[in-house]
């Protein structure tokens, strides 16, 4: 029954992509952030459950990179999800380092023929517990040990970083996202379970090394057991894999983590106040299609003056553009791209993994009501009659 849970762990893992959209990219490390966990479920379950040789051999190194991709991919998923600038960077690649040391180092023992390393692991775990095996660079005990002490730095780091960042938008906006208490209780919650196994592995295996010593009058290799130890951080592990069923808005991926500006607001007229150069007409249509290629629209407070702003051009010629021009206001024209901004999204196959509010909420709409009001005003059906027609094609 034990291997049930790492098995549901990663079909969470697939309900996380599945469900994944273009806009919330951060599903992605949290994907891969569960795989990683419940692979290494999977590892304590082949060692201390199985009672297979041939379990115990292929989980007893094998996985070992793979921890130390647990707490990239949660710091990922964290600054992600938080962070406006969701782009990777080069220098992001130096968070790989110690998971490819890990992997080189473990060469000479993965590269054994499969009888070797599983007699040598079945004598380790069942009967000498002393984990010497000829690795390069490293002993095997600073690999378990160090892969603890980094989920660890990795935890602390993607606190100080989401508490940065909370700062920052106070600083620059004065208010925080309207999910902003959603998203802090689940990253808080993942982190904190996640400090409660790298904690305590840490404290195991310090017990497993160091001499017994006494807690009120308890020698410490009688509280951290192996079955303690599998006990606490496989059912850490468990328990994040339910808790995820708790956060269906994270689950589903349609949880926005932006600051929503109120219109006119002081930051929007400071941007309308500053001075804008002199813009040449005849090179508007194709400045207009480079910045429409960023969809600048689906952003909720997305404006007139903000367009004015990014574009650097005078408010009166934008408006006389759509006004004189297209024959339509400014809201009419971004509604138009909202909307076909939206039936694309329906058209790509997005319909099937997100809610029609998640779509309203991707195109920028405030509300669902509004969105499908819109919605029938130009396509002349609700969004769920187009869906289904869509389908039917």
Known sequence: MAILAPLFGIFTSFILLYYLSSLNRSNTFLALFFLCCNAILMVYFGLHHSKTEFWEGICFVHFLPLSFLLGPALFFYIRNTVSEDKQLHRYDLLHLIPAVFTFFATLPFTTLPLDTKTAIAHEIVNITRKYVVDFQWVTFEQIL???????????????????????????????????????????????????????????????????????????????????????????????????????????????????????????????????????????????????????????????????????????????????KELNKTFVEWKNDLRIEYACQLIEEGNAKKITIEAISTDAGFVSRSKFIDAFKARKGVTPSVYIKEKAEE
Not at 174 to 194: C, D, E, M, Y
Not at 279 to 300: M, S, V
């Open 145 to 323: 040990i160090g892969r603890s002490a980094h989920l660890l730095l990795y935890c602390i780091a993607s606190i100080v970083y989401f508490m940065g960042n909370k700062r920052h938008l106070l600083s620059k906006y004065g208010t925080l996202p309207s999910n902003h208490r959603l998203i802090q209780k689940w990253i808080f919650t993942l982190v904190f379970l996640q400090l409660v196994i790298a904690s305590y592995t840490l404290i195991h295996f310090f017990t497993l090394y160091a001499k017994t010593y006494s807690i009120l009058g308890i020698p410490s290799d009688h509280i951290f057991t192996d079955d303690t130890y599998s006990a606490i951080c496989g059912g850490c592990f468990c328990i994040q894999n339910f808790i995820l069923f708790l956060f269906p808005k994270v689950l589903y991926g349609n949880v926005s983590y932006e600051v929503e500006l109120a219109p006119e607001s002081i930051l929007q007229q400071l941007k309308s106040s500053l001075a804008k150069k002199t813009y040449d007409y005849r090179n508007f249509d194709k400045d207009l299609e480079n910045y429409l290629a960023r969809n600048p629209f689906i952003q909720k407070d997305f404006s007139l003056s903000q367009m004015s702003f990014d574009l650097k051009m005078p408010e009166r010629f934008l408006s006389n553009y759509f006004n």
